[in-house]
């Protein structure tokens, strides 16, 4: 069975790949085009750790084929930062200390990401449901939601 | 080696003629959130994907004669957005938007909800209750089906060889109509429903209900139209007598399993509880229109 050809954009960048159907966006990321930010945890959507930005939406990149990429604009973590500016959720994260492993992290600055795009002042319960996705076994959740709300308060100037 | 192939058709036809050729081994992919997770675990061994969302039509929601017509394979969060469907429609719009996560809902759609034909898929009983009907594509042409005909039980649909959904349709709405869908989950999000009930109902100017749908999910194989229950409520206010008759219905109604969500005694009693509750709540919103 040959393989499939995707042609996408990843990041601004056009990219080209090769892929078996059954492999995953997140196996095309990780293990064709390095791009390891994005983390398996589950593999069955319920963790959030392979959050995307998909033409604009946030997905689960383990719930998407790779050859569903065709034609596509995705956003990975990889994309969050300019260069060495990092994006303000990136920032805020740091300073509130919102992660200790690290490994929900990628993907909670992606949904983060995601939800300030479309909805610059979310309320706390706002962000807490957008974000339930996104499992972090570590910190208890509290300093992320924080992290969250100054960052978009930052984006918006206040 | 892998034999597993991939088709993103761009006509129905050639879904059609893609799922009718592949010796039974294709699926339809549409937000794949039930499918890779079942091909990951060896449940499900196919041969093909026929990727059905690059066919024109088959993402959107569009308002036709008074009525509401979903693409079968829009993803929830465009449901959740669609404000002239929310309107009419909250109890559908609101089950569409339970099921799992935002990332869930970037893909997840009321075919695929449909068609992997969980007794637990929060957006079929409100769909039953809506009375809405899907178009069935296949070898032999297009059909009208209604909802509840499609599940047959846990995994099983009543789609032949080459069939897929290609639409949803909600109908027009007498005034003074509303519905409602609530779940009983043991947290706040991102679970299963332990039971789910669905009333769609009309009132009269004078608030005595005049029409409802009642329908109940989780506490069947399929989700189950509960015809004493709607009787319960027609030619009645909602006042307490009525709502005990309702609950009393819906508790009839029930035949569940006990496993780790939750016993057949606790589904039933609990089944009786949602009913009222969304029975309630789908007749304030009738009455504020």
Excluded at chain 1, 106 to 131: F, I, M, N, Q, S
Excluded at chain 2, 211 to 221: D, S
Aim: proline content about 5%; some cysteine; glycine content about 10%.
């Amino acid at each position: 069975m040959s393989k499939n050809h995707v042609s996408t954009t990843i990041n601004g960048e056009p990219v080209e790949f090769l892929c078996e159907t059954q492999q995953t966006l997140l196996d095309a990321l990780r293990d064709e085009l390095q791009l390891t930010g994005s983390k398996e945890g589950c593999s069955s959507g319920d963790c959030g750790a392979c959050s995307v930005i998909v033409d604009g939406r946030l997905v689960c990149s383990c719930l998407m084929l790779a050859v569903e990429a065709e034609g596509r604009t995705i956003e990975t973590i990889e994309g969050l930062a300019r260069g060495d500016v990092l994006h303000p959720v990136q920032q805020k994260f740091l300073q509130a200390a919102a992660l200790q492993c690290g490994f929900c992290t990628p993907g909670l600055l992606v949904a983060a990401k995601a939800l300030l795009d479309r909805h610059p002042d979310p309320t706390e319960t706002e962000a807490r449901y957008w974000l339930a996705g996104n499992l972090c076994r570590c910190t208890g959740y509290d300093k992320v939601i924080r992290a969250v709300l100054e960052a978009g308060a930052e984006m918006r100037g206040e | 080696m892998s034999t597993l192939s991939y088709t993103s058709p761009t006509t129905v036809e050639a879904a059609v003629s893609a799922l009718a050729g592949a010796n039974g081994g294709a699926k339809v992919l549409s937000g794949g959130t039930d499918l890779l997770v079942q091909l990951r675990s060896g449940r499900s061994r196919p041969e093909m994907f026929v990727d059905v969302k690059r066919i024109p039509g088959l993402i959107g929601v569009r308002e036709e004669n008074g009525g509401f017509v979903i693409g079968a394979a829009t993803p929830c969060v465009l449901i959740g957005e669609h404000r002239a469907l929310q309107q009419a429609w909250p109890g559908v719009v609101e089950a569409a938007r339970l099921i799992g996560s935002t990332q869930v809902q970037g893909r997840a759609t009321l075919a695929g909800n449909l068609c992997n034909a969980s007794p637990a898929a929060d957006s079929v009983p409100a769909m039953i209750a809506a009375r809405a009907t899907c178009t069935v594509a296949g070898p032999s042409g297009r059909r009208e089906a209604p909802v509840e005909a499609i599940a047959t039980g846990p995994g099983r649909t009543s789609l032949a060889r080459g069939e897929l959904l290609i639409e949803f349709r909600l109908p027009k709405r007498p005034p003074r109509s509303a519905d409602a869908y609530l779940r009983f989950i043991p947290r706040t999000e991102m679970d299963i429903a332990v039971v789910g009930a669905a009333v769609n109902l009309t009132l009269d100017p004078s608030g005595t209900c005049t029409e409802a749908r009642v329908v109940l999910g989780a506490v069947a194989p399929t989700a189950v139209l509960v015809p004493d229950g709607a009787a319960a409520l027609v030619g009645r206010r909602l006042d307490s007598d009525t709502l005990s008759r309702l609950d009393a219905a819906a508790r009839r109604a029930c035949v569940p399993i006990t496993d780790k969500r939750g016993t057949i005694e606790f589904r039933t009693q609990v089944a009786g509880v949602l009913a009222r509750r969304a029975a309630t709540i789908a007749c304030t919103r009738a009455g504020e229109r």
